[in-house]
C-alpha cells in the first residue's frame, strides 16, 4: 500500500513555487505521491505536470477533475501532456462534481451525472491509449479528424474516478482502473464501496480496481480543537447528498467524524484500518489544520508507514 498527500497551498506567495516546495518536503518525508484538487483555480493537470517534473521522486496526481464543464478531447490532452512531463508518473482523477459548484460556476444543469460520466469514460479511454476517438453519445461527442497522441505519454494513462454512489461506481468498475473516494470511513470502504466497484470491474472483464483512499487527517495532540476546525471546514460536504450519504455509511452524523485525529499511535491505527477494508493506497488531506509543526509531524509518520 502506497502512501501520499494532498498538496494545497493557501498563502499569498507564487502557487507554483510554493507547491514545488511541499513537494519536495514530502519526497523528503518518505511519502510516494502528491495530488492536487481542482477547483476554480490552478489547473490540477499543469501542477501535477510541474511537480512531477521538479520532484521525480513523488508520483502525482489530480483528485478531480468534474467531467461537467471539461471535454474529453481537452482533458486528454492535458492527461497526456502530463503523463509525458513525468515520463509516466501521472494519475487522472474524474469526478461527477457537484450541483452547486457547476450550475452556480459554468451555469451547465447539473443532469444525468452517471450518464455524462459514462460517456465521459467511453470517450476518454482510447483517447489516452491511442490519440484518437470516434464516440458520438446522447451528451458527448469526441471525434478526432487530426491525431490527439503525446509523444512521450506513457500508455494508458492510468484513469481513477471520485466515485462514491451505487451507480457510479458501477460505471468506475466497468470503464475507469479505480476510485478515489473522499470522506469513506474504513466501514463504508469495506461494506460499501470496494464490493460494488470490485463486482463491477469482474463483470467486465477488468483488472481488479485502485481503491485510492483520500482521508481528512492529522497527527495532533491538541484533538478537540482541531475536530472543532474539521467540523467548520468540512460542513460544506453536509449539503451534498453523496458525502452524507457516504458519511453515514461510515457510521459518522457530521463529516468531521470520519476525520483521523490523534497521536501517532492512534493515526497509524487508522491507516491499518483502510488497509484492511481494501485500500490499495491512502492519500491524506487537511494535513494542515493544525499548524505547521503538526503537518510536519503528520507527514513524518505517513513517511514512515510509507516506508
Do not use: C
Not at 44 to 69: K, Y
Not at 200 to 206: K, Q, S, V
Amino acid at each position: 500500500m502506497t502512501i501520499g498527500v494532498v498538496l494545497h497551498t493557501t498563502g499569498p506567495e507564487n502557487q507554483i513555487d510554493a507547491t514545488v516546495r511541499l513537494a519536495e518536503q514530502a519526497a523528503q518525508a518518505g511519502l510516494r505521491s502528491a495530488w492536487f484538487g481542482q477547483t476554480f483555480g490552478a489547473d490540477s493537470p499543469q501542477l501535477a505536470a510541474i511537480v512531477g517534473r521538479e520532484v521525480p521522486a513523488l508520483q502525482v496526481g489530480t483528485s478531480a477533475i468534474p467531467v461537467f464543464g471539461r471535454h474529453p478531447l481537452i482533458v486528454s490532452s492535458q492527461a497526456q501532456t502530463a503523463q509525458a512531463a513525468t515520463h509516466g508518473r501521472y494519475h487522472l482523477g474524474l469526478a461527477l462534481g457537484t450541483k452547486l459548484l457547476t450550475e452556480g460556476g459554468f451555469g451547465i444543469p447539473f443532469e444525468r451525472p452517471v450518464a455524462r460520466l459514462r460517456e465521459f469514460l467511453t470517450a476518454l479511454r482510447p483517447l489516452t491509449e491511442t490519440g484518437t476517438a470516434d464516440f458520438r453519445g446522447e451528451l458527448l461527442t469526441a471525434t478526432t479528424p487530426i491525431p490527439a497522441r503525446v509523444p512521450g505519454a506513457e500508455i494508458p494513462v492510468p484513469l481513477l474516478v471520485a466515485a462514491m454512489g451505487p451507480q457510479a461506481l458501477r460505471v468506475t468498475g466497468e470503464l475507469a482502473d479505480g476510485v478515489l473516494p473522499y470522506l469513506a470511513g474504513p466501514r463504508a470502504l469495506a461494506e460499501h464501496i470496494v464490493p460494488a466497484v470490485t463486482a463491477a470491474a469482474e463483470a467486465a472483464g477488468r483488472p481488479a480496481p485502485r481503491i485510492v483512499a483520500l482521508v481528512h487527517g492529522v497527527v495532533t495532540d491538541d484533538v478537540e480543537s482541531v475536530r472543532e476546525k474539521a467540523t467548520e471546514q468540512l460542513a460544506f460536504y453536509e449539503q451534498i447528498p453523496s458525502y452524507a450519504r457516504i458519511v453515514e455509511l461510515s457510521g459518522g452524523r457530521r463529516a468531521a467524524d470520519v476525520a483521523v485525529i490523534g497521536d501517532e499511535k492512534t493515526v497509524a491505527a487508522e491507516v491499518r484500518r483502510y488497509r484492511d477494508a481494501g485500500a490499495t493506497e491512502v492519500v491524506f488531506s487537511g494535513t494542515d489544520l493544525a499548524g505547521e509543526a503538526d503537518r510536519l509531524r503528520t507527514w513524518a509518520l505517513l513517511g514512515e508507514l510509507a516506508n
